[in-house]
C-alpha cells in the first residue's frame, strides 16, 4: 500500500504563490504517474495537473495553465505543485493522487480521476 502525504499548504494573498508538496512511501516511484487534484466546499474534486513517470508528460486544467506548474523529484519520492498568480477561486483542498507503478498516464484517465492511491489534502486559502 502507497501512502501519499501533502505539505506546504496556507493562506496566501491573491496574486500570491505557493508550492505544495506530497511525499509517497512507494519504493517503485520512479515509475509512478502522479496528479494533484482539488476540492473547494460544496463542489466535486476536479483535476488540476498530472505528469507522467518519466516527467515527460503533463497535463493542466485550462483554468492553471500557465501559473500552474507540477514537477517530481524521484530521489526525494516527491511531486510538487507550483501555484503562481493565485486567485481566491483556487481555494480548496488539493490532494495528491498516485498511479500503481508502471500504470500508463493519458489525459482522459487524469481527468476522470482514475488513480489508485490518494493523500489526506492540504488546504490552500487564497484571500482577496
Known amino acids: 500500500q502507497v501512502q501519499l502525504v501533502e505539505s506546504g499548504g496556507g493562506l496566501v494573498q491573491s496574486g500570491g504563490s505557493l508550492r505544495i508538496s506530497c511525499v509517497s512511501s512507494?519504493?517503485?516511484?520512479?515509475?509512478?504517474?502522479m496528479g494533484w487534484f482539488r476540492q473547494a466546499p460544496g463542489k466535486e474534486r476536479e483535476f488540476v495537473a498530472a505528469?507522467?513517470?518519466?516527467?515527460?508528460?503533463?497535463y493542466y486544467r485550462t483554468s492553471v495553465k500557465g501559473r500552474f506548474t507540477i514537477s517530481r523529484d524521484n530521489s526525494k519520492n516527491t511531486v510538487y505543485l507550483q501555484m503562481n498568480s493565485l486567485k481566491p477561486e483556487d481555494t480548496a483542498v488539493y490532494y495528491c493522487?498516485?498511479?500503481?507503478?508502471?500504470?500508463?498516464?493519458?489525459?482522459?484517465?487524469?481527468?476522470?480521476?482514475?488513480?489508485?492511491?490518494w493523500g489526506q489534502g492540504t488546504q490552500v486559502t487564497v484571500s482577496s
Open positions: 493522487a498516485a498511479k500503481k507503478a508502471g500504470w500508463g498516464l493519458t489525459w482522459e484517465t487524469s481527468r476522470q480521476g482514475s488513480f489508485h492511491y
Open positions: 512507494g519504493r517503485t516511484f520512479s515509475t509512478t504517474s
Open positions: 505528469l507522467t513517470w518519466s516527467g515527460n508528460t503533463t
